[in-house]
């Protein structure tokens, strides 16, 4: 790939390095930012200044300083999603792989190697894997899995309710999406802190990482291999059992990708929500004034912080032209989800609430889009009210400067969030909600068409509501059950009470104080 600024001179040119000691050294081959390294630690601020430089697509370098498209508008990015003639998600056309320039054991390899999922498949073949995915996905019943989420909830708190604090990244973001995808998957006994612990552990890409995959690999082959003999009504149950008739290693590499994109993409999106919360005021106000409900201020957040910054990658299936910039076949381009949500040309005011518009990137769009995006709102969703209705006195517990993110090409994951609180007691998660007490119901409002009696004789007109009067009974209270039915007839006794002030002596009918509004007195 080489940018339309630097036409005459190739990458490699020796003298476009700037000399040691400049403070353009961190710049790599051909003037080109780098999005690793100590120059790249805030990458939203690089990407605004690419914005600036190169406009709404501009050419980056990789690790290894292998070089890539990254976009960053947001009308670009949906351009390239939507349109699979021009673009396609096949690294196997990828230019730099295809040059020897992508080593086996380049950091983002994980990211880039092509697998048969429906992630990467075009055409028929994706048509099959999508359609079998989307289809598992249309069975899962949604308000069963809301108890479920409900439920870990409540087991999440009692681990901590009582001690009055808490890090609410670690113990409950971290862990919630992985107890519910469990369930939905169909492997609820494997839920644990190790695969929770070994998902982290694959996702930060550390030295341990090819183990901690092969340890959720060998979870999911369990399940695959006990659901083809044993089926139930999961997902994985109903993935096996789609006309596409998945292999056994089609339907464990699936269950990795729901498990991994679903996992990571709503932990990041739980711990950015309750960030928000508790570290910006108005936004809180407008939670508890009623203003704004849990899952707008999700769609907020999703505004905001998408769960992944970027997605790798996109692939130009012949030459063409994006966002002013001439992309060749086989060129790399990062699809910009963060930079793409921050456009000033579809957000010039980023303080603006963004209540009811979905327009953002954060779940994708085109053949590609997010299968899974409604399981990650409703545990959100589900899972933050539930925090907040059993800590409602929940404060951040640190200055809000103090709040550090790991951060990636990929993501900004919140490293913690520690919050204070008054202790609370545990509660019953076994409990169903059908055990607890249920009040009786609540009499109907006794009705008379016997008007109570007049404070002065006077005929009321039919075409005049009748005035209020003091009732026997407040409205605000039901009437007592009576050993014995009351006749309508009969009105009931009242209570003692204070003797009512008396009218006026002579109050006029409607149609008086009609006549007397038409004459203007």
Not at 152 to 164: A, I, M
Not at 228 to 238: H, L, Y
Not at 457 to 466: A, F, L, M, N
């Amino acid at each position: 790939m080489t940018p339309e600024t630097h036409p005459s001179t190739g990458m490699d040119d020796p003298r476009l390095d700037p000399p040691p000691g400049c403070p353009a050294h961190g710049v790599g081959p051909g003037g080109l930012r780098r999005l690793y390294g100590p120059e790249a630690e805030d990458l939203s601020d690089l990407y605004e200044q690419l914005r600036e430089e190169y406009g709404p697509v501009a050419p980056v370098l990789l690790h290894d300083d292998v070089p890539m498209w990254v976009v960053l508008g947001h009308t670009e990015n949906l351009h390239m999603v939507r349109t699979p003639s021009q673009f396609c998600r096949d690294s196997r056309i990828w230019n730099p792989l295809l040059e020897g320039m992508v080593k086996p054991d380049h950091p983002l390899m994980p990211h880039i190697a092509w697998e048969p999922i429906c992630s990467y498949a075009e055409g028929d073949e994706h048509l099959r894997l999508r359609g079998a995915v989307t289809g598992a996905m249309s069975t899962i019943d949604h308000r069963n899995i809301r108890r479920h989420i409900n439920r870990y909830t409540q087991r999440l708190v009692n681990d901590f309710c009582e001690q009055g604090e808490a890090d609410l990244v670690s113990q409950f973001a971290e862990h919630l999406p992985m107890a519910v995808m469990c369930e939905i998957l169909g492997m609820p006994e494997e839920y644990n802190d190790r695969i929770v612990q070994a998902t982290r552990d694959m996702l930060r890409g550390t030295e341990t990482a090819i183990a901690s995959h092969a340890y959720v690999m060998s979870a999911l082959q369990r399940l695959t291999e006990r659901r083809r003999t044993d089926p139930s009504d999961d997902f994985t149950s109903q993935l096996m059992a789609h006309p596409a008739r998945l292999t056994d290693d089609e339907i464990t590499k699936h269950l990795w990708v729901v498990l991994m994109a679903a996992y990571e993409a709503t932990a990041n999106l739980i711990a950015n929500v309750l960030r928000m919360v508790l570290t910006e005021p108005g936004f809180r106000a407008q939670l508890k004034g009623g203003q704004m409900t849990v899952p707008e201020a999700v769609e907020q957040s999703l505004w905001n912080e998408p769960p992944f910054s970027t997605v790798f990658a996109y692939y130009a299936k012949q030459d063409t032209e994006l966002g002013g910039q001439r992309i060749r076949k086989g060129d790399g381009l990062l699809f910009g989800i963060a930079p793409g949500n921050i456009d000033p040309r579809v957000r010039p005011d980023l303080s603006a609430n963004m209540q009811g518009n979905r327009s953002h990137l954060a779940f994708g769009g085109g053949p590609h889009e997010c299968p899974g995006q409604d399981i990650a709102r409703g545990i959100a969703d589900t899972g933050v009210d539930a925090l907040l209705m059993r800590l409602p006195d929940v404060q951040l517990d640190c200055e809000e400067d103090e709040l550090t993110w790991r951060q990636s090409i990929a993501s900004r994951h919140l490293v913690e969030l520690p919050v204070r609180f008054a202790p609370k007691p545990q509660q019953d998660v076994l409990a169903r909600p059908s055990h607890a007490p249920v009040p009786p119901p609540r009499p109907a409002w006794h009705v008379s068409s016997t008007p109570p009696e007049p404070v002065q004789s006077r005929t009321v007109p039919q075409s005049e509501p009748v005035a209020a009067a003091p009732a026997p009974v407040p409205q605000s209270e039901p009437v007592a059950a009576a050993p014995a039915p009351v006749p309508q007839s009969q009105p009931v006794a009242a209570a003692p009470a204070p003797a009512p002030q008396p009218e006026p002596a002579h109050r006029l009918g409607a149609w008086q104080r009609f006549v007397r509004w038409w004459r203007g007195y």
